[in-house]
């Protein structure tokens, strides 16, 4: 008995600051769902209290209007688009950098790990005259193909390191059974890897469906619009009507929520596994 509470005494501040990071976290969320149903009036006269009336048609609106889900599909195709391009190309660069020797391998690979400083707004101008030269613009291939780019180096480095765990054994044995080093790395080398798959996914995901500056680059029209774009004209076109505003913001962080409440559990698989393979 005495144990136990000694393991529960000295755990207790490590819940407790839990609780309260969740709290700050989730106040300013809370906040924004209850103003959402509230008036612009209601929000200068009671900011911190519960609507009175309830304003539903701040959601209501939204839903029915054709330009919020227009960009909540472009989002989606832009993300899944973005996701496979970057995992499918760093899956191979991983695999060859992982079991291949080659000369000028590491030189190779430190040349992606470079990549990770390089930061995306110096590179704005000439990606714009990149694009507009092969005529990329408002086209969602001149926002997939850059977002794609620019996660290579971080999921070569993470793929690397799950590749470079398999042991050599196994791939010796699969190459005497008949393997080439295709099927070796798709039967056998993908599967074993799928939760670290997994993780660079969720990652590419979400990398994808927050870039703001990119889509706003590369899309003049509001064909192509992406969530965070519509946000940003969303808040132009209502600036007096901040409860409207909060609704749409609201809505806009559903789908991302969402994503993520589904695929934590295998981002946090994928981050502990690679934590405990190194």
């Not at 969320?29 to 209850?34: D, E, G, M, S």
Request: positive net charge; hydrophobic residues 55%.
């Amino acid at each position: 008995m005495i144990p136990t509470l000694r393991r529960r005494m000295r755990s207790l501040p490590v819940h407790v600051t839990a609780w309260g990071v969740g709290v700050v976290m989730i106040t300013p969320l809370l906040y924004a769902f209850v103003s959402g149903f509230k008036s612009t009036d209601q929000l200068s006269r009671n900011p911190f209290g519960l609507p009175s009336p309830w304003v539903t048609s701040n959601y209501t609106d939204i839903l029915a209007s054709g330009s919020f889900w227009r960009m909540l599909g472009s989002s989606t195709l832009i993300a899944v688009g973005t996701t496979v391009l970057t995992v499918g190309s760093a899956a191979l660069a991983a695999f060859a950098l992982a079991r291949f020797a080659f000369r000028g391998r590491e030189v190779l690979f430190t040349l992606f790990t470079v990549g990770l400083m390089f930061p995306f707004a110096v590179a704005i101008l000439p990606l714009f005259i990149l694009l507009r030269t092969f005529g990329l613009l408002d086209d969602p291939w001149g926002v997939i193909l850059p977002q794609a780019a620019f996660g290579l180096p971080m999921t070569i480095v993470i793929l690397r390191g799950f590749f470079r765990e398999i042991p050599g054994e196994l791939e010796e044995a699969a190459t005497l059974d008949g393997c080439s080093p295709f099927g070796f790395f798709w039967r056998i080398l993908l599967p074993m890897a799928r939760p670290a798959l997994g993780t660079v996914s969720v990652l590419a995901v979400v990398a994808s469906w927050n870039n703001f500056l990119l889509p706003l680059l590369v899309f003049s029209e509001p064909t192509w619009w992406t969530i965070p774009v519509g946000v940003q004209q969303f808040q132009g076109q209502y600036a007096t009507d901040i409860a409207r505003v909060f609704a749409y913001l609201v809505l806009a962080m559903v789908p991302a929520l969402a994503f993520y409440a589904v695929a934590e559990r295998q981002l946090i698989g994928g981050i502990t596994m690679g934590a405990t393979k190194g």
